[in-house]
């Protein structure tokens, strides 16, 4: 499987408990490597615009004002099959269904305050990507 890069946002509540650490050494310790950070505070509007593609299902309203409740960390992760490989580190995104030793199942409380964001596709990957750096914040170890 090639080299792939993919989005992860630790969100408000993981911020919130400090664990910031904790979600980024799971990613070091299984071949990924962070090639890019950012720390903001989205507005409920711009949470809106990463999330367009959630506009119409019921629980966008409600995620828009989650993701938008207090800071995020936004990260590029690369590595081998980086977006299954994040995938399968955060668990299920109901953290009652997330197998255990995942990150959702250790750190996140509700399937709203679930802990991590994580790209569900290389081109969707790409898209997201975009929305929070640009191609000079990107530090490639390849
Ligand atoms: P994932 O984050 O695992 O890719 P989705 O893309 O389906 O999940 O949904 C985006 C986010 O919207 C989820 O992480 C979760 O915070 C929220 N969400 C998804 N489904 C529900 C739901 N049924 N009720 C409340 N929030 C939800
Ligand atoms: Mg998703």
């Given at each position: 499987m090639a080299v792939q890069r993919t989005l992860s946002i630790i969100k408000p509540d993981a911020v919130g408990k400090n664990v910031i650490g904790d979600i980024i050494r799971r990613f070091e310790e299984n071949g990924l490597s962070v090639i890019a950070t950012r720390m903001s505070h989205l507005s409920a509007a711009e949470a809106g615009r990463f999330y367009e593609v959630h506009a119409e299902r019921p629980f966008y309203k409600d995620l828009c004002a989650f993701m938008s409740s207090g800071p995020i960390l936004a990260m590029v992760l690369e590595?081998?099959?980086?977006?299954?490989?994040?995938?399968?580190?955060?668990?299920?995104?109901?953290?009652?269904?997330?197998?255990?030793?995942?990150?959702?199942?250790?750190?996140?409380?509700?399937?709203?305050?679930?802990?991590?964001?994580g790209s569900d596709s290389a081109e969707n990957a790409a898209i997201e990507i975009n929305f929070f750096f640009a191609n000079l914040d990107l530090h490639s170890r390849g």
């Open positions: 590595g081998k099959n980086a977006v299954a490989l994040n995938r399968q580190l955060m668990g299920a995104t109901n953290p009652k269904e997330a197998e255990a030793g995942t990150i959702r199942a250790d750190h996140a409380d509700s399937i709203d305050a679930n802990a991590v964001h």
